[in-house]
């Protein structure tokens, strides 16, 4: 048995490095699905770099004060719509200008970030949870079940998303960050229980699912152990590239007045008010904008690295 | 491929009942009253408002005032009347569809031409430098958010260069409705360049091309009938589902550019709780969504011979 494993590493470290040193490299076992992925997202450009923008954006979320000493909320209306002329002001409190009621705009960019980050991810999680679920029964039972989620996810599928969050925003008169992700988790799900339902059957016939199955193996293990594993990839393709659209749609919920308000402080809630001073001041839109689309490309980002890695025929 | 067609249009009915009942209950369980709405601070004596309730028919049971509601609908396509105002809601969604109608078409057209141009450039090079041009290109539009892009447009070209103006006009021509246009097309745009690129990558090796090419047909012809008609389908799917979205997503769109559409329609609804009109919208919208996805599936056989309904 230990001759096996030496040629089979041998001929590993020839395909993939056929000048490097046998002895120099580690024994590498044969890898899995996830640690093929995993070793090919380390070399892709697109995953650093975006991995790096989203470790400093959960940092700034997290540590909101480690970047900034001023006060997101104070407003000093001597400053009211100035922007900052001199050059050389990195690192002032107030380097990006002042908003319509003094309060310094880069304060506000950082003390933002929190709102929008909880918002995504929190939805992100709610729906590949529900998703994920709904759509393992779904594609696994098949029949009678299947068509009865089927129905109910086209129910949900059918109503416009940003239109639906609107009218369950609606509903709430005092808006808070988790009502935000009550309405947007609410017809989110539907995406990610078809994905998983066409993951599910596919994955099912695959030979080592009948082994487990005829080796005796009962309904939850094969499902958790077996087909959840390999039916995952794609739902976390779709769940990373999801979450920066969540960020977006928290973003124009508030923008569109319905999402969170002030005194709550996110980028949608300040590129709203920017929006209402576009032609005096443009540098309250224009910042947390870009922070907002930053933070997108970000997680996009991530789940084309990760499409990329998980789906080497895409390329 | 009839038995097809029939069994899609008998299950399209369940989903018709379910999410017109699913927007009817959410519209309805909202706080606030319409009635109410009509007499603003002053308040108004039970008397009268259990009278004009009782004439709109809001005092009647959910189940039963969903049932009246549809049923106008399928039998006599009437959609009801406005609270505030008294117009037919037929008359409302006649003067805001056309306009929502005539933004959408041409968001569609700017996706279907520059998306797919786009896209077959790319998957014809992918890995190539127009290949990774368009990733970036697409990738941009992609984050950044609609209304985002809606105030820069608006910025740059309507209060820098002049070119067009800032709000559309009540009875606006095709030429206004561009700059929306370009705006609310601009995130499907991107996506349908993804997906061509994508389908056209990974076809390109496929033997029937490679056949194709064996046989010594022009590029023109391996390109164009074999590779396409096969790369087609994702971004078909896509473009299906998107009509309903490019006529429901015109909300953002819409406000920016100040156009009396669909969108503006829904905002007001829903700020007034007139609950019929804003369900009469989305019905509409989940018509037009289930059609497309029908023509979309009716499509598959046309573009992969290999596709056979039974």
Known sequence: ?315 | MGRYVARRLLQMIPVFFGTTLLIFLMVYSLPGDPVAGLFGDKGVDPATLAKLRHEHGLDLPLYQQYWNYISNILFHFDFGQQIRSGREITDVLGDAFPVTGRIALLAFVIELVLGLGLGIAAGLKAGKLVDNLVLILTLLIISVPVFVLGFVIKTVFAFQLGWITPNVSNYPTWDELLAPAVVLGSLSLAYVARLTRTSIAENLRADYVRTAVAKGLPKRRVIGVHLMRNSLIPVATFLGTDIGALMGGAVVTERIFNVKGVGGLIYDSLARREGATLVGVVTILVVVYLLASLLVDLLYAVLDPRIRYA
């Open chain 1, 1 to 315: 048995m230990p001759d096996m494993t030496k040629t089979e590493t041998a001929t590993a470290e020839e395909n993939s490095a056929p000048v490097a040193p046998v002895a120099a490299q580690k024994p590498e076992k044969a890898r899995s699905l996830w640690g093929d992925a995993w070793a090919d997202l380390r070399r892709n450009p697109y995953f650093l770099v975006s991995s790096v923008l989203i470790f400093f954006l959960l940092l700034i979320a997290v540590f909101p004060s480690l970047f900034t000493s001023a006060d997101p909320t104070k407003g000093d209306l001597v400053n009211h719509f100035l922007q900052k002329p001199e050059l050389g002001s990195i690192g002032s409190p107030d380097w990006l200008g002042w908003d319509g009621q003094g309060r310094s705009v880069y304060a506000r960019l950082i003390y933002g970030t929190r709102a929008s980050l909880i918002v995504a991810v929190c939805v992100t999680l709610i729906v590949t949870l529900v998703g994920g679920l709904t759509g393992m029964i779904s594609g696994y039972f098949g029949g009678l079940t299947d068509a009865i989620i089927s129905r109910i996810t086209d129910v949900f599928f059918g109503i416009p998303f940003l239109l639906g969050s609107m009218v369950v925003l609606q509903a709430f008169t005092n808006r808070t960050v988790w009502t935000v992700v009550f309405a947007l988790a609410f017809l989110g799900w539907t995406q990610i229980t078809r994905v998983m339902r066409g993951a599910v059957i596919t994955v099912k016939q695959a030979d080592y699912v009948h082994a487990a199955k005829a080796l005796g193996a009962g309904t939850p293990r094969i499902m958790l152990r077996h087909i959840l594993p390999n039916a995952m990839a794609p739902v976390i393709v779709v769940s990373t590239i999801a979450l920066g659209g969540y960020i977006a749609a928290e973003a124009t919920l508030s923008y569109l007045g319905l999402g969170l308000a002030s005194p709550s402080i996110s980028w949608g809630v300040d590129i709203s008010a920017g929006s209402d001073q576009i032609r005096v001041a443009k540098h309250i839109l224009i910042y947390p904008s870009i922070m907002l689309s930053i933070t997108v490309l970000a997680f996009i980002m991530l789940g084309e690295a990760v499409r990329n890695a998980l789906d080497p025929k895409l390329r």
